[in-house]
């Protein structure tokens, strides 16, 4: 499985972004997509979850309400559509997949076995 997630840029503060991560090798029906995010000198920590071809969908509580993660079966691609950008998202942004991820591991990067390459957001006050 590759992925490769772009999107990225640089915004003001209450803009909007989509990131896109697309799949190739396997077809995201089949797994759980994830995205999450790091900051300078911060973990990495979960943004969003679309689990096993969207019968699911998680949020951080940072994010709910602001992003929306959603899929496209033909083209193989899960976004990641942030609204109300804030300088604390201001990240490197990576999605991850997995075949196996159980439902109480969908916010552990460790649960992810394949990473994309990360698309870099700054959002500016």
């Known amino acids: 499985v590759q992925l490769q997630a772009s999107g990225g840029g640089l915004v003001q503060a209450g803009d909007s972004l989509r990131l896109s991560c697309a799949a190739s090798?396997?077809?995201?029906?089949?797994?759980?997509i994830g995205w999450f995010r790091q900051a300078p000198g911060k973990p990495r920590e979960f943004v969003a979850a679309?689990?096993?071809?969207?019968?699911?969908?998680y949020y951080a509580d940072s994010v709910k309400g602001r992003f929306t993660i959603s899929g496209d079966n033909a083209k193989n691609t899960v976004d990641l559509l942030m609204n109300s950008l804030r300088p604390e998202d201001t990240a490197v942004y990576y999605c991850?997949?997995?075949?196996?991820?159980?439902?109480?591991?969908?916010?552990?990067?460790?649960?992810?076995?394949?990473w994309g390459q990360g698309t870099q957001v700054t959002v500016s006050s």
């Open positions: 679309f689990w096993r071809g969207g019968s699911r969908t």
């Open positions: 090798g396997r077809t995201i029906s089949r797994q759980t």
């Open positions: 991850a997949s997995d075949s196996s991820i159980i439902l109480s591991s969908v916010r552990v990067s460790s649960s992810y076995a394949y």
